[in-house]
């Protein structure tokens, strides 16, 4: 920590001492006593505070050997001292950086707790004030004073070795002062069209068009468009006139097309600009009168200077950090005798003017890498660029070292060029004289290396004017670039988030895109880049750490944004949402999110399937639903594994087929490599083998969507056909089903007559049929002699039988299933109806087993239950019971 410390401190007091050395005496020509400049000091210093660290590393350490050591007098009283001056040193370093200095004080101070946060504390602030001074170095502004510890000094002016230039090897190098914008007022509040900030796609601005061969749109030329919104006055007026184009329903041919891409399709370059000039030399820029343009007259005068001449050199000043899409700050021309300088700012909405000049095919418009100038042309005046030649496409088609201004300014005009300013800010006024003279050098020879490098693509081509040519259309590839807006889509900080390859769980990838769409959307309502609301780094270093409080945003921002502190509410919430998702392994959520490697299927070779040797690539057999294995029923859960085992052996024996009579091969890899002659043999001879194939769809053949609806094609009268197939076919299923719906109702209809028809005639033999106390009256008349003669031919008395014995004896008669065709009632008179008789009256005295056994189960009935012999209207003769097993009847011998 103490070497970073130290080294933080010598390349601060490096700046410091070279800043002192500018505001003092130029003619001293020791940067400091012993040290020529500043390059000889930072190398002593650096190799100091190596040599410091090498030593450190060879001091005991802590633990026992410290102890050891710490024992002897001499080692004690040399840590002393030189701990001593270590803390003088730095307690002259932080007094120096105005931080508190108590280092040696031991009497204020509480602790060595006290002492390292001191310590810390200072760090902080020698290391933030190098990255202030990095910063602002590298021509990034710094509009707010970060938050420092009391007692802090303000950093004093900034000097860098990268703006220094050396005038001489004897000399001492030569600073200058960064020039940057404090508290500038923002020239958007100026200009009479809002900037146009929304998510929607770019409209021209053009609405007149000078040198027109195809005149444009009347979308852009009428003016009734802005008089029929009233209501849109508070957008810009291209997002209201899309908004009133999608709400009326009128679509607008060519609305976002290029305005002069008719012109530049048939744009020819003439011969004499294929023809070898002769280079004519610049005048010196001391000679050279410069106008600064900032009023609309001024405007119009250029305007017709320049349509009087052959070529001018164009170049653009731009800034963007402290806009969403940018501004074009100023614009340089320069002609053969004059250089002009537009304040694009003050006659931002009178800049069409230019296109006059700007697209007229018989003017040169030079430019150097005018990707970019031709975008920013169009977004923010509306200007096109008609007969563009680009040097920096001459340099490449030369091969030249580098293709940069600077190269080309050295090489052909032996001109350094200073590029001191070119990350400034552009949006001060009135310019300082510097910058308008870095702006006049970066056109004003411009003209001349145009004449060089067109006599050097010949020189190189032989005098042939193909490579010259190659330039030109290049060149008007470049004017035909369209500006495109940038579109926030929920899925644009994905291409951000793979730029920074960075490995993020489910937490912290929900976290930077909060992040990214609050970003998005705040820079566009404030008019602000996304660097300045939340640099990128802080933004991931908040979705890294997911603070739980609002100060640990802060900390994570250093310095603060001020749009940051004014919404840290806010992302402190979109931070606390990111926290409540589930939390998943980078690798995992980068799977579910993202599909960038797609998992191949393995290739499956051919196979047959009899082909033993292939069995593992036929371990799951396919088949079609038709072909599907149906399982037999099987009765007993023995057969079960048989069945299994018999269904496997058939299983490997089946196979789908591959080949149809209405199929065709697949052979689209074939075709592609083959030429168009050998496609229609081909076909032709499909369709001589396949007689079906006029009617199947072919996969590679476009059919028009109009002929569909012609009906003198033959697709029409195809499709009619089938059309009408499955018409007819529809209506045959429908009248089989309503003919098995009215089958099924006469077929109900039929059973339910025959079971009426059965209840009539079953209720009509029941009346003839006559009741069991008819039968039993009549049956009494002549039943004493019955009984008398029955017991005359036995000779012996027999007992009586039993209910049980009779229900037993005429069980095999209820066994015997009942005749289904015909109902036959039962004929009473064939039954023996001497169990009506009275037991107790005619009970035998004599012991019977039989009846003791028997008769006390006819009490031991559940109530619940009825009982056997009162079964219903069922005959005595079929009462139900029990078959008496085991039990020895003694009936009685005939």
């Known amino acids: 920590m103490d070497s970073s410390k130290s080294r933080g401190a010598l390349q601060d007091s490096t700046s410091e001492n070279n800043n002192n050395n500018n505001d003092g005496d130029e003619e001293k020509d020791e940067l400091c006593p012993g040290f020529q400049d500043v390059d000889a000091f930072v190398k002593y210093g650096l190799g100091a505070v190596l040599s410091a660290t090498k030593a450190s590393g060879a001091l005991p350490q802590v633990g026992d050997e410290y102890d050891f050591y710490r024992s002897f007098p001499g080692f004690q009283e040399f840590c002393q001292s030189q701990g001593d001056q270590l803390l003088h040193c730095m307690s002259q370093i932080m007094q120096y950086h105005g931080c508190r200095s108590l280092m040696r004080d031991r009497n204020k101070l509480t602790g060595l707790e006290e002492r390292f946060d001191l310590v810390v504390d200072s760090n902080d602030a020698i290391l933030e004030r190098a990255g202030i001074l ?67 796609p770019f409209i021209p601005k053009i609405f007149i068009k000078p040198n027109a061969v195809k005149p444009l749109p009347s979308y852009f030329t009428s003016k009734q468009i802005c008089k029929e919104r009233p209501e849109d006055l508070d957008v810009p007026a291209a997002l209201a006139d899309f908004i009133h184009q999608q709400r009326t329903q009128k679509p607008v041919e060519d609305m976002f097309a290029h305005p002069y891409q008719y012109e530049l399709d048939h744009l020819t370059t003439p011969e004499s600009l294929l023809s070898k000039p002769e280079p004519q030399m610049y005048k010196p820029i001391a000679e050279t009168n410069c106008s600064f343009i900032d009023s609309l007259e001024d405007l119009v005068a250029l305007n017709e200077k320049l349509c009087s001449l052959s070529e001018f050199a164009v170049d653009l000043e731009h800034h963007s950090y402290r806009s969403f899409l940018g501004l074009t700050s100023l614009m340089q021309i320069s002609t053969r005798e004059e250089d002009f300088i537009i304040d694009t700012l003050e006659l931002r909405s009178e800049m069409y003017i230019l296109n006059e000049a700007f697209t007229d095919p018989s003017i040169v418009k030079v430019f150097h890498g005018a990707d970019s100038d031709i975008e920013w042309l169009q977004r923010d005046f509306g200007l096109y660029v008609v007969n563009l030649f680009d040097t920096h496409q001459a340099s490449r088609a030369l091969n030249l070292a580098r293709h940069s201004l600077d190269h080309l300014l050295k090489h052909f005009c032996t001109v350094d060029s200073d590029k001191r300013y070119q990350l400034a800010d552009w949006r001060i006024r009135p310019l300082p004289d510097e910058m308008v003279q870095y702006a006049r050098t970066d056109t004003h020879y411009l003209l001349y290396i145009y004449d060089c490098v067109k006599t050097q693509l010949l020189e190189t081509n032989h005098g042939q004017p193909g490579l010259l040519q190659s330039v030109w259309n290049k060149s008007k590839d470049i004017s035909l670039k369209k500006y495109v807006k940038p579109i926030f889509t929920e899925e644009s900080y994905l291409e951000l988030q793979r730029k920074q390859k960075r490995s993020l769980n489910t937490q912290q990838h929900t976290a930077f895109r909060l992040l990214f769409a609050w970003r998005n959307k705040l820079a566009r309502q404030e008019d602000e880049s996304t660097g300045y609301v939340l640099p990128t780094h802080m933004m991931i270093k908040i979705s890294e750490e997911l603070p739980r409080e609002p100060q640990g945003i802060i900390a994570c921002c250093n310095p603060v944004p001020p749009l940051v502190r004014q919404q840290i509410n806010e992302l402190h919430s979109l931070v606390q949402q990111a926290r409540e998702m589930p939390l998943l392994k980078a690798e995992i959520a980068a799977q579910k999110t993202k599909g960038l490697t797609p998992i191949k299927k393995p290739e499956v070779t051919l196979f047959g399937p009899h082909d033993t040797s292939r069995v593992s690539e036929s371990d799951l057999p396919h088949f079609s639903p038709d072909e599907l294995p149906v399982k037999q029923g099987v009765l007993f859960s023995e057969d079960e594994h048989k069945m299994d085992v018999d269904d496997e052996k058939k299983s490997g024996l089946l196979a789908q087929a591959k080949i149809t009579l209405f199929q065709e091969p697949e052979t689209k890899n074939d075709q592609e490599s083959l030429s168009v002659a050998h496609m229609k043999a081909r076909r032709i001879i499909e369709a001589f083998e396949n007689p079906f194939r006029m009617y199947l769809p072919t996969s590679d053949v476009h059919v028009n969507e109009n002929a569909k609806f012609d009906p003198s094609s033959k697709i029409f009268e195809i499709s009619k056909r089938w059309k009408l197939q499955s018409i007819e076919q529809q209506q045959k299923e429908l009248e089989a089903k309503r003919k098995a719906k009215a089958d099924a109702k006469e077929q109900t209809k039929k059973v339910a007559e025959e079971r009426n028809k059965a209840k009539q005639s079953y209720q009509e033999s029941l009346q003839d049929v006559a009741t069991v106390r008819q039968q039993a009256a009549e049956s009494a008349k002549g039943g004493g002699k019955k009984r008398e003669r029955v017991a005359s031919e036995v000779g012996e008395s027999t007992p009586k039988p039993t209910k049980k014995l009779i229900k037993s004896a005429e069980k095999p008669q209820k066994t015997e299933p009942p005749p289904q065709d015909s109902f036959t009632p039962f004929d009473y008179s064939q039954s023996d109806l001497k169990v009506f008789a009275d037991p107790k009256s005619k009970d035998n005295t004599q012991f019977d087993p039989n009846r003791q056994a028997h008769d006390p189960k006819k009490k031991k009935n559940p109530k619940g239950q009825k009982s056997n012999s009162a079964a219903g209207n069922r005959s005595m003769s079929y009462m139900a019971g029990k078959s008496e097993r085991g039990f020895r009847h003694n009936w009685p011998k005939r």
Do not use: Y
């Not at 001492?172 to 146009?196: G, Y």
């Open 134 to 200: 990095l910063d602002e170095a590298d021509g990034v502004n710094r509009s707010q004073q970060p938050v420092m510890p009391a007692g802090f000094q303000p950093p004093k002016i900034v000097v860098s070795s990268w703006n220094r230039k050396s005038s001489g090897s004897g000399s001492r190098a030569e600073t200058f002062r960064l020039l940057h914008a404090k508290n500038i007022a923002r020239p958007q509040l100026k200009f009479r069209e809002k900037v146009d900030n929304s998510n929607t």
